[in-house]
């Protein structure tokens, strides 16, 4: 049929549960403690259809708005045209999972803390805690001493030669 446009079209792989995670959902999943400003990420659980968000909503992060008995209210940042509008959604513990975008940055912050701390209490200048883009590699110079140089060409394919087997 032409022009099947519904909520789950073309979601046959993007909902499908993982290989060997058919079946029972995990405690976990019921018992996270989620607070007003947590970043979660959206994973639809194919088995779970109440509360399932759009398919647009898969793999984005959000920042929890609400808390509810059974769903967390998620803001999300949504492309629309040139811009971006916060749409607030409500879904259902079993399509989210706590988000780990930030972990490398509070990880950061924490060893900077700790580095001006140090450099304070021993009487010196504040390290810069910039992060620096790794660089170009090191030069070197290439000796060609006991190296024996060979010359690779490709051998020329002779149709009478080889024959027609």
Same mark, same amino acid.
């Given at each position: 049929m =032409?022009? %099947?446009?519904? #909520?789950?079209?073309k979601?046959r792989?993007t909902?499908?549960?993982g290989?060997? *995670?058919h079946?029972f959902? =995990?405690? %976990?999943?019921? #018992?996270r403690t989620?607070?007003?400003g ?6 639809? *659980? ?5 509360g399932?968000p ?9 920042r929890?708005?609400?808390v509810t008995?059974?769903?967390i209210?998620?803001?999300?940042n949504k492309r629309?045209?040139g811009?971006y509008l916060?749409?607030?959604i ?5 399509h989210v999972q706590?988000?780990r975008?930030?972990e ?7 060893s900077?803390d700790?580095a001006?701390?140090?450099?304070k ?6 390290p ?9 590699r090191?030069?070197f110079t290439?000796?060609?001493e006991n190296?024996?140089i060979?010359?690779i ?13």
């Open positions: =032409p022009g %099947t446009n519904g #909520l789950r079209s979601t792989h909902f499908a549960r290989f060997r *995670n079946g959902i =995990p405690l %976990t999943t019921y #018992l989620y607070k007003l947590d970043y979660v990420d959206i994973k639809v *659980n194919g088995a779970i259809h109440k399932m759009h398919k647009w909503y898969q793999g984005k992060t959000g929890v708005w609400n008995k059974r769903a209210g998620v803001e999300v629309v045209g811009r916060s749409k607030r409500h879904v259902r513990v079993e706590p988000s975008c930030r490398e940055f509070l990880k950061r912050r924490e900077n700790k001006r701390a140090a450099a209490a021993a009487g010196e200048k504040a810069s805690t910039k992060r620096i883009p790794k660089g170009p090191e030069g290439l000796s060609l190296t024996k060979e010359t060409t490709a051998i020329p394919y002779d149709i009478i030669k080889e024959g027609l087997q």
